[in-house]
């Protein structure tokens, strides 16, 4: 603790990385301090769409029925050629997905922070300063110098772990030596959010318009609003492409005349693919887009924000409870790094296919390949290198085979407890749980305890059915059941961020 009150962990930047990151913290019972450089929220227009798993993790932080409350779910994703003609179409639409909530929601970020922001404010262990600038840190003794935006003010703090949640052009990232390698991926956006009297036509999904001429995509969002962003032309500026005559150029392929269209927000934007070398110095880490930049094109940005900071709040908190050592943060670079290159990757691999040039986008508008895109064998291996997937190390189990649960999260299906649907999530603990389908083999068993791991069997029996006994027997209708055995396992061990530490193999 320092001479000023800051609380045990320092969390630089208020965006939604940070702030998710504080509430995670809070709920394994650690205090921090969150400052901004900024007061208020970031108003320009940014992320919209969110997958299932990153609304898991913001049901961990609280906040997932208010997140209900300000998106919507979107049907998925489609390749269309320069007549706005699908010839590659992505479902992601159900209602329920594997994590327990729609499996692609579209929202305005500026509405998640406000969500976020009031969560905060509930959370005693969060402390949230705004306008409080980190101007230099010394990762060796965790010494961080502020100033007051308003004041000048400048102070020295000491903390116990520092978070570099402070995006792009993050300071902690160079004070830790470390550097973006480039995956070579660079282009101007023009980036415009309206809302729209009349309904715009569309299927209610993302739709990426692959012409080489001018490559665009189109999202229709929550309620009346809508975005486009357009491929920015050498030589255009923002602020020409936003002209009146311009804008209804751009959109004219979308809006009628007498649709009603306000703008809000226009602004360009460079999209970067990049990721850092280097994660953490000590108890120095990064997380968010201070670790890594993808191009907006599967939405997944600050999905892998979210992503970061469920890998390390647990172990954050694991460390500085005492329970573990800090050679355990060493396993949220190994984790998070490859998972996060792989999504950046496919990002840029739909975004040439988008913007690269009349021999790609050919080949895509191919019907061939349309249609190897439609088969479901070839949709599923796409949409794994999004689903995290943790290699093996001292936190995830060497896999016995290719269908081995080890190192992929555990779905979240609805389970009764006393009659009451709830989600998994919001029934377990927040420490290790050993998921069981029958009796547990004595070594799996002998983990769980080490790790005081409570001992869930899984009964989809109608005697069961409605009830929790002791904690001990889950009804979850079967679903977990159906996993452990597509898995070929008959017990699944969890961490805390319900990632598959450990199975053990059916008896036959
Ligand atoms: C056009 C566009 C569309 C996008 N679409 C999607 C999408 O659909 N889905 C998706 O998942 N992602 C999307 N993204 C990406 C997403 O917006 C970002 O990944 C996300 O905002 C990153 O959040 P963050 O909290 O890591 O960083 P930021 O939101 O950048 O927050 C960093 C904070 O740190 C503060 N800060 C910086 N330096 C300091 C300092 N020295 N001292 C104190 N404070 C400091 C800043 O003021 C800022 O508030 C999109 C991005 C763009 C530009």
Not at 78 to 104: K, W
Not at 148 to 177: K, N, Q, W
Not at 343 to 369: F, H, K, N
Request: aromatic letters at 4%; glycine letters at 10%.
């Amino acid at each position: 603790m320092d001479q000023d009150g800051t609380r045990p962990v320092l969390i630089v930047g208020a965006g939604p990385t940070g702030l998710t990151t504080a509430l995670l913290l809070a709920r394994f019972g650690v205090a921090c301090t969150v400052v901004d450089r900024h007061v208020g929220i970031h108003p320009l227009p940014r992320a919209v769409h969110l997958d299932d798993e990153a609304v898991r993790i913001l049901q961990r932080a609280g906040v997932a029925d208010a997140f209900a409350r300000i998106s919507r779910r979107a049907t998925g994703l489609r390749l269309l050629d320069a007549n706005l003609r699908p010839f590659a179409e992505f479902r992601r639409d159900r209602p329920v997905g594997d994590h327990g909530h729609p499996e692609s929601n579209l929202f305005d970020q500026p509405d998640l922070e406000r969500i976020l922001r009031a969560e905060v404010a509930r959370q005693p262990l969060v402390e949230l300063r705004e306008g409080v600038e980190v101007t230099s840190v010394r990762p060796s003794d965790l010494l961080v110098e502020l100033r007051e935006a308003c004041s000048g003010a400048a102070r020295r703090v000491r903390a116990e772990a520092i978070l570099g949640c402070d995006g792009a052009d993050s300071t902690i990232r160079p004070a830790i030596g470390s550097r973006f390698r480039d995956l070579r991926f660079t282009e101007r956006w023009f980036v415009l959010d309206v809302r729209c009297e009349r309904p715009l036509p569309g299927w209610g999904g993302v739709d990426q318009v692959c012409d080489p001429r001018r490559a665009a995509t189109f999202l229709p969002l929550a309620g009346d609003r809508y975005r486009w962003e357009f491929r920015m032309h050498p030589g255009e500026t923002a602020s020409e492409l936003a002209r009146p005559e311009r804008l209804a150029k751009l959109t004219a392929r979308w809006v009628t005349p007498g649709s009603g269209l306000e703008v809000l927000r226009a602004a360009e934007y460079t999209f970067r693919a990049r990721i850092t070398n280097r994660w953490r110095h000590g108890r120095v880490l990064l997380l968010g887009d201070a670790a890594h930049l993808t191009p907006p094109f599967i939405g997944q940005g600050l999905c892998a924000g979210l992503r970061d900071a469920h890998n390390l709040a647990w172990k954050l908190a694991a460390v500085l409870g005492g329970a573990d050592d800090d050679v355990l943060l060493d396993s949220y670079q190994a984790e998070r790094a490859p998972h996060a290159e792989a999504v950046i990757r496919g990002a840029v691999r739909v975004g040439r296919a988008m913007t690269g040039g009349q021999d790609i986008a050919a080949a895509l508008r191919r019907p061939a390949t349309g249609l190897l895109l439609r088969v479901p064998g070839v949709r599923a291996a796409a949409q794994r290198g999004i689903a995290t997937l943790y290699a093996p190390g001292p936190l995830v189990d060497r896999r016995r085979h290719r269908r081995d649960l080890s190192g992929t999260h555990c779905p979240q299906p609805t389970v009764l407890v006393d009659g009451h649907a709830s989600r998994l999530d919001d029934v377990l603990g927040d420490g290790y749980t050993l998921l069981a389908a029958g009796p547990v083999p004595p070594a799996l068993r002998a983990r769980a305890q080490g790790l005081r791991a409570p001992v869930l069997q899984l009964r989809p029996t109608p005697e069961a059915a409605g009830r929790v006994h002791d904690y001990g027997q889950l009804d979850d209708g079967g679903h977990l059941r159906a996993w452990l055995a597509g898995g070929r396992a008959c017990a699944a061990l969890l961490r805390p961020d319900r990632i598959v530490l450990a199975t053990a193999p059916q008896s036959h």
